[in-house]
């Protein structure tokens, strides 16, 4: 550890420059917290900055759905909020049937969230769907509707947190990977390359990475990484307005006002967790393909513009990890976002913000504690680690 006349202090330090460490450091800044995040490689490099965008409330697992309404608000707030609303567009998200077992599906989906309050997600018929949406294919047969949900722009929007943490004095540095903490008394440090780093309260938002750093302080989470990819086409006349995805088959899909369409939802590529990167796999990317041209035929020959892969941190029961630790004081956690934080990411910073700040969240984080995996931890670990190998 450096001498201490080297050491960088704050209140706070925040171990990730992606969206929930950016929109957790623009929180916690508005508070009066002085803040440093430690960015591995730079700002949005990783799933923040390459996502597909969708800022979806639809198909959401139960315990994370109050979460999700909270964020749609900052969304649809966020120009007051940031001044820059991140490029988001409330398209609304449209959840496709194409069978008549898949609207079923549909219908018991939405009447279990009303049994619990919830009114976000509208069953649509056949018609509706496709006055919605008149170029898609005619066999469909219904769908889920959520008005108010949409897309962004991923690096604007992370950028647009980071610039505005740092206008109320939030640090960033980037090229900084942290490569160890510990806590001494009542303060932790974060030791890193260009120095060492010391705050009384640390946040590790670090991705698919978090996991090796929770294992630095004895506490094991069965986080491991997986590679998703997109592909954005090439322009196309206007065809499509809502956000869609698929009930029986997996697809995210949407049209951005310059013509181009990205087209994800979820598919596995390949994750390099040591290298710090995603590789695109070719054949998955063709299945998503025909998933389109199934909905839209007319986008048979459209080409392909480019393809990319995002490394995401999933966990086993599929919800994040958002937790103070339970092994040591002032130590919080963010991550294991499993392909659909984006959406998050402005709601849990302000969660987290009041967590860490204030020590109770104003929304129950209960369901996402890091010791809820028990003793399946060390099981998963090892698969992260061989995941991480291949
Ligand atoms: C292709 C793709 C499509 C997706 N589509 C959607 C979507 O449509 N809607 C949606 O809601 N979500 C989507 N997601 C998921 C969403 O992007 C992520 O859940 C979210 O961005 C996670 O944010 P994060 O801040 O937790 O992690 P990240 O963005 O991965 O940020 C973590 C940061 O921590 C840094 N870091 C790691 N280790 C260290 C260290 N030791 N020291 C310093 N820094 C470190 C990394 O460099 C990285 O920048 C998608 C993800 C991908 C990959």
Same mark, same amino acid.
């Given at each position: ?122 069953? *649509? ?18 769908? *889920? ?34 490569? +160890?903490?510990?806590? +001494?008394?009542? +303060? ?133 990890? *958002?937790?103070?630790? +339970? ?64």
């Amino acid at each position: 550890m450096n001498d201490a006349t080297d050491i960088q202090e704050a209140d706070v330090l925040v171990i990730g420059g992606g969206l929930h460490g950016t929109s957790s450091a623009f929180h916690m800044a508005r508070r009066g917290a002085n803040v440093i995040v430690l960015e591995a490689d730079y700002v949005a490099r990783h799933s923040s900055g390459v996502n597909a965008g969708g800022v979806r409330t639809l198909g959401r697992p139960l315990p994370e759905i109050p979460l999700a309404l909270m964020s749609r608000e900052i969304w649809h707030g966020m120009n007051d909020l940031l001044g820059e609303d991140g490029g988001f567009v409330p398209s609304g998200q449209l959840k496709i049937a194409e069978t008549d077992d898949e609207l079923e599906a549909c219908r018991q989906r939405v009447a279990l969230l009303e049994s619990h309050g919830f009114t976000h997600e509208k069953v *649509i018929d056949r018609q509706t769907v496709l006055d919605l949406e008149p170029a898609l294919a005619r066999h469909v047969t219904g769908g *889920i509707w959520a008005e108010r949900d949409g897309y962004a722009l991923p690096y604007r929007t992370t950028t647009a947190f980071r610039l505005a943490a740092q206008r109320l004095g939030a640090r960033f540095l980037e090229g900084t990977p942290v490569r +160890r903490i510990e806590q +001494r008394g009542t +303060r932790w440090f974060a030791v890193t390359p260009h120095g060492t780093f010391s705050a009384q309260k640390l946040l590790v938002t670090a991705g698919a990475w978090s996991g090796e750093l929770a294992q630095q302080v004895g506490e094991p989470v069965p986080v491991h990484p997986e590679g998703l990819m997109l592909m954005v086409t090439h322009r196309v006349a206007p065809f499509c307005s809502a956000t869609l995805g698929a009930t029986g088959r997996p697809l995210s899909f949407k049209q951005f006002d310059n013509g181009t369409v990205v087209i994800g939802g979820k598919l596995i590529g390949i994750a390099d967790l040591a290298h710090r990167h995603g590789e695109v796999d070719f054949v998955r990317l063709v299945r998503s393909a025909r998933t389109v041209t199934d909905l839209f035929p007319h986008l048979r020959h459209l080409g392909v513009n480019r393809a990319w892969a995002g490394v995401e941190a999933f966990t086993e029961d599929e919800l994040p990890v *958002i937790s103070a630790s +339970r092994k040591a004081s002032d130590l919080y956690y963010s991550f294991g976002y499993c392909g659909s934080g984006f959406q998050l990411g402005p709601g849990c910073g302000k969660l987290v913000s009041e967590l860490m700040l204030d020590g109770a969240p104003s929304i129950s984080l209960d369901a996402f504690a890091i010791d809820r995996f028990g003793r399946n931890a060390a099981s998963s670990l090892t698969r992260a680690a061989s995941l991480a190998t291949h």
